[in-house]
């Protein structure tokens, strides 16, 4: 663990692969040139046996970013210390360029429900995720990135904008942002906000790391027009183009492509790669802008 | 069997087992499964593919969820399994 | 009065695992009025990752009965099991006891132990990784001291036994074809990894009796004599060794009664 042991907290600005097990051998025989590796955390807080062994020899040659789907940072009960001990013990062992989670909650009474359920936006919520994003990154004893969510509806007692108010966790806790992409479409069509718009109000600055996936597309109760963030395929054309447009107001940042649904074979996966890293090379450095660790 | 006769047998049972091991030399960790071919039938295993279930941070827009209404039988592989002249749908029955 | 965040949220959950409630209050969309189809893709989202999660940690039990039959089957657990913790590796440990006891799957009686190794399967994939006893360290132990011990498995080890061929019904089901299943009888079927590649093996006659002991506290002595009750032919040296050029455990130790 040479190079894990003093890696910088940063990935680099290239586009990255959610690393699933029936790549392990593929990508330990060719070492293809991928910019780094993400995992789901939670896939690698068993005890031992082979996902631990592959990713110490995946993370061994590439930069490594670790994102949670757990934690539940937007629920109203207390964060799980049980929870917050595995992902320190997780982060100490391999120690990634970044760590990060989602705005969304999961967890409940009835016990973890494995999907990214919405919040309404309100001055007592915004003081609940500011403090879990807190004791957090005290347990953590770094910075994290808080993802932008998908949503399929919305909350009539929510007060603040969405990104004020991931703006507003971001400057309280001095966390940093991760912009999924995907998930700008997919609220955006079914919300009828536009998305560019949204990205031109997102705190850039606070940006340190892309998201990008696949959607979905079906149609609601009313007959409109409703998107899935399915993550089930290739980056959708609207969502490279907003992708496009995102970089340019940030320049490169890290870039992961996410395929969890129907994973494709490793070569399917890693041209979306390819293309992304084509746009991240064609974007201009965006000097003077304050990058979030 | 007495506690002395039984840590005699057991003894030399195992003390023959282990004279008839004795040609290999200390085994590499990752050379020692399988090397006991004698013993015990071994299965074809899984790979890394089935490495069960991970998380998941996407949602589906496979619609199935129908409540619990419960109508379905039994229709796999159990139907058609032949198992030496049972049908694999069957308990056998117990005599 | 206004809910508290935590009475919308539970208001949210219990909407969300409970389809005859109502909607929960205070939920919209940008139309301003509420659409129960999108409420819908929160709770089809947690099912349906749930009983995919089922299915990717049971394919053998879900080739058996044929996935409508599963899918259902796995729809009524996931209703009442949620998982215990964000952990989906361990989500269905107890699913092979909620298949026992659920009536339709009656007629497959093995259906259940089948279940059981994939439980197993994935438990030795995750445990925790150690050296496993060799054999130079069996051979090392004093004659005399033999059927007093006591062992530790290795953290992989598990041990599934049934009145049903379950380890050769699994391992016919490891290709796309179902292969033919040999003989119709009872199976003790070992799951150990003591590398990095989970090894799974039926286990003779009397020998599923003797881990079972073993695995249960018992000492050599006692599981022994406990192995020949049941198979006359049992043979100790055989099994001892065997099992532990599988892997099967991590170290040898006086009983607890031993004055050592």
Known sequence: MSITADRALALPQRAGLGLKPEHYATILADRPDVGFFEVHAENYMGAGGPPHRYLEAIADLYPLSVHGVGLSIGAARPLDREHLKRLRLLVDRYRPQSFSEHLAWSTHDSGFLNDLLPLPYTAETLARVIDHVDETQQWLGRPMLLENPSTYLLFSESTIDEIDFLAAVASRTGCGLLLDVNNVMVSAVNHRLDPVSYIDRFPIERVGEIHLAGYDETIDGAGDRLLIDAHGSAVRADVVELFRHSLSRSGPLPTLIEWDNDVPDFATLHAEAIRADAMLSAAAPHGGVIRAA | ?95 | MTMTFQDSQNAFASALLHPDLPLPHGITTARGTADPLRFAIYRNNVHVSLTMALAQRFPVTQRLVGSDFFTGMARVYAADHKPASPLMMHYGDDFPAFIAAFPPAASVAYLADVAQIEVAWSEAYHAADGPPLEIAQLAAIAPERIADLVVIPHLSTRLVRSDFPVGSIWSAHQDETVMPVGEWRAEAVLIVRPEMQVEIRILPEGDGEFLACLLGGATLGDAAEAAFAVAADFDFGSALTGLTMLGAFSAFEPSEGEVS
Not at chain 2, 25 to 30: G, K, N, S, V
Not at chain 2, 33 to 54: F, M, S, W
Not at chain 2, 77 to 89: A, D, R
């Open chain 2, 1 to 95: 069997m007495n506690r002395s006769t039984l840590t005699l047998a057991l003894a030399g049972s195992l003390a023959s087992a282990i004279a008839s091991t004795a040609f290999a030399a200390p085994l590499a960790p990752e050379k020692m499964v399988g090397n006991e071919k004698c013993y015990g039938i071994a299965l074809k295993g899984q790979n890394d593919c089935a490495a069960g279930p991970g998380t998941t941070c996407a949602g589906t827009s496979t619609m199935d969820y129908q409540g619990n209404a419960w109508k379905a039988v039994p229709a796999g592989t159990c139907v058609s399994m032949n198992v030496n002249g049972h049908k694999g749908m069957l308990a056998p029955v117990k005599s």
